[in-house]
């Protein structure tokens, strides 16, 4: 059964055949128009207006960005036209048509010092340029759209697209050890299941009309948390039941895997105000992994 009602107008959802977006148009039946590149690109900004014009939607979910965190360091003007001057403008074009826009975005806007999840009233400290182009590009959004939520996610993973989950079933079926940080703490989140929590707030907003103070800032992860170790292990367990061989692997420490940009030790998020507005309540990540890991060996 469709989420969405059936009779209602399009709803436009950028990102291409990225992770959310595939997830968006699997879950979200006919309602649903995908946009990508070339005919939607932060790159050229007349692509936005072009796009909104031709689709008409009625909503529009923002799954676009650039999300190669370490590349960011070095690709910042890119990274930024992707994550903070393009959002803002399809805030911008979105406001202009009075409707609303639901635009995601990351726990690496957090520092990860906090030692606590993370509410959306606490102040964002980003360590990277990923991190700050997400962040300011969520400031822009708000600014520029009354009717902009902004949906703050982590760890995302699914069956397609490039994602850790994956990553780790392909290291697992070549390399007999792994080596994974073990003291970085998130919650992972089911593409699908991020994917759900958005069609369902649309369904919400649609069924109540808009109201005010649906606009802001929304936590959306998946429910429990763990490390990058955890859920490797967590990965390569499931992916064992479909014959797959169990390679060790070793918690090692953020020193021990150097990388460009710093992640936050640990940005687990609160997800409460989503149930306290929305009433919707997001899946454990051990659950949804068992999914995820059964649909990739399926394919
Ligand atoms: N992946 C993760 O772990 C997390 C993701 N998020 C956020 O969730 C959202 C969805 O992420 P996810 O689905 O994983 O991302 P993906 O990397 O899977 O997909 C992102 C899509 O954005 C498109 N894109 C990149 N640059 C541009 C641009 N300049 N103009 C237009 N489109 C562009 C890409 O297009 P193309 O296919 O043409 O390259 C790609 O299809 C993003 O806002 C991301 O920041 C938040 C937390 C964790
Ligand atoms: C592949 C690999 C990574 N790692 C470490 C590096 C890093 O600290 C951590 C995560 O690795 P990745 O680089 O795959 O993940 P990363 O790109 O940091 O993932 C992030 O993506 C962006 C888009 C987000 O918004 C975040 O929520 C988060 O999901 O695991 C290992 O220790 N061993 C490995 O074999």
């Given at each position: 059964?469709?989420?969405?009602?059936?009779?209602?107008?399009?709803?436009?959802?950028?990102?291409?055949?990225?992770?959310?977006?595939?997830?968006?148009?699997?879950?979200?039946?006919?309602?649903?128009?995908?946009?990508?590149?070339?005919?939607?690109?932060?790159?050229?900004?007349?692509?936005?207006?072009?796009?909104?014009?031709?689709?008409?939607?009625?909503?529009?979910?923002?799954?676009?960005?650039?999300?190669?965190?370490?590349?960011?360091?070095?690709?910042?003007?890119?990274?930024?036209r992707a994550n903070t001057s393009g959002p803002a403008e399809l805030a911008r074009l979105c406001a202009e048509r009075n409707i609303p826009l639901i635009h995601v975005s990351t726990d690496y806007v957090f520092s990860g010092e906090k030692g606590q999840p993370y509410t959306e009233s606490d102040p964002v400290s980003p360590q990277t340029v990923y991190g700050s182009t997400k962040a300011e590009g969520e400031k822009?959004?708000?600014?520029?759209?009354?009717?902009?939520?902004?949906?703050?996610?982590?760890?995302?993973?699914?069956?397609?697209?490039?994602?850790?989950?994956?990553?780790?079933?392909?290291?697992?079926?070549?390399?007999?050890?792994?080596?994974?940080?073990?003291?970085?703490?998130?919650?992972?989140?089911?593409?699908?299941?991020?994917?759900?929590?958005?069609?369902?707030?649309?369904?919400?907003?649609?069924?109540?009309?808009?109201?005010?103070?649906?606009?802001?800032?929304?936590?959306?992860?998946?429910?429990?948390?763990?490390?990058?170790?955890?859920?490797?292990?967590?990965?390569?367990?499931?992916?064992?039941?479909?014959?797959?061989?169990?390679?060790?692997?070793?918690?090692?420490?953020?020193?021990?895997?150097?990388?460009?940009?710093?992640?936050?030790?640990?940005?687990?998020?609160?997800?409460?105000?989503?149930?306290?507005?929305?009433?919707?309540?997001?899946?454990?990540?051990?659950?949804?992994?068992?999914?995820?890991?059964?649909?990739?060996?399926?394919?």
């Amino acid at each position: 059964m469709d989420i969405l009602l059936q009779n209602g107008g399009p709803i436009l959802v950028t990102g291409g055949t990225g992770q959310l977006a595939t997830s968006l148009v699997n879950l979200g039946g006919s309602r649903i128009h995908r946009t990508g590149r070339p005919d939607f690109d932060f790159d050229h900004p007349e692509t936005l207006a072009s796009t909104l014009e031709r689709v008409k939607p009625v909503a529009v979910v923002n799954a676009a960005a650039w999300t190669a965190v370490d590349l960011a360091e070095s690709e910042s003007e890119a990274a930024a036209r992707a994550n903070t001057s393009g959002p803002a403008e399809l805030a911008r074009l979105c406001a202009e048509r009075n409707i609303p826009l639901i635009h995601v975005s990351t726990d690496y806007v957090f520092s990860g010092e906090k030692g606590q999840p993370y509410t959306e009233s606490d102040p964002v400290s980003p360590q990277t340029v990923y991190g700050s182009t997400k962040a300011e590009g969520e400031k822009l959004a708000l600014a520029a759209n009354p009717k902009t939520l902004i949906f703050r996610t982590s760890w995302v993973y699914s069956a397609h697209g490039k994602n850790f989950v994956r990553t780790m079933i392909n290291a697992g079926a070549k390399n007999p050890a792994l080596k994974v940080v073990g003291d970085q703490k998130g919650n992972p989140t089911s593409s699908d299941d991020l994917a759900g929590a958005i069609l369902a707030t649309l369904a919400v907003i649609e069924k109540d009309g808009w109201k005010d103070e649906f606009a802001g800032i929304y936590h959306v992860c998946g429910t429990g948390d763990t490390t990058w170790h955890g859920l490797a292990v967590a990965t390569l367990q499931e992916a064992a039941h479909y014959g797959q061989k169990n390679p060790e692997v070793t918690a090692i420490r953020t020193e021990d895997w150097p990388t460009p940009a710093k992640r936050p030790a640990d940005s687990r998020m609160d997800n409460s105000k989503l149930e306290q507005v929305f009433g919707i309540k997001m899946p454990h990540w051990e659950k949804s992994i068992k999914q995820i890991v059964k649909k990739i060996f399926a394919q």
